[in-house]
């Protein structure tokens, strides 16, 4: 996954998740956010973007602005 900053359209700035989803391969995929490394699922939608018949590209924000907190994290956990 990849992990940046983008603005939050507020004067701030929010992490955010881009990872790529394997079609039909029985895996969870739970984009998840923190900012004391306990993890929570992001509670933001996941923008799906079809790739192939197998792959497709997901991209999700943190519900969190990094101004209203002094450190976030970001991390996808796969499950199958």
């Known amino acids: 996954p990849s992990v940046t900053m983008v603005p ?5 700035n929010r992490l955010r998740i ?3 989803r394997r079609i039909g391969a029985g ?3 739970t984009p998840e956010f923190s900012s004391d490394m306990t ?3 992001a509670t933001q939608p996941v923008t799906v973007t079809p790739i192939d ?4 590209r997901c991209i999700v924000d943190d519900s969190q602005s990094t101004t209203s907190t ?3 994290f970001g991390r996808v956990r796969v499950q199958w």
């Open 8 to 12: 939050d359209g507020q004067g701030g």
């Open 18 to 20: 881009e990872y790529l």
């Open 27 to 29: 895996l969870t995929y």
């Open 39 to 41: 993890w929570s699922a």
């Open 53 to 56: 018949s197998t792959w497709e």
């Open 70 to 72: 002094a450190k976030r």
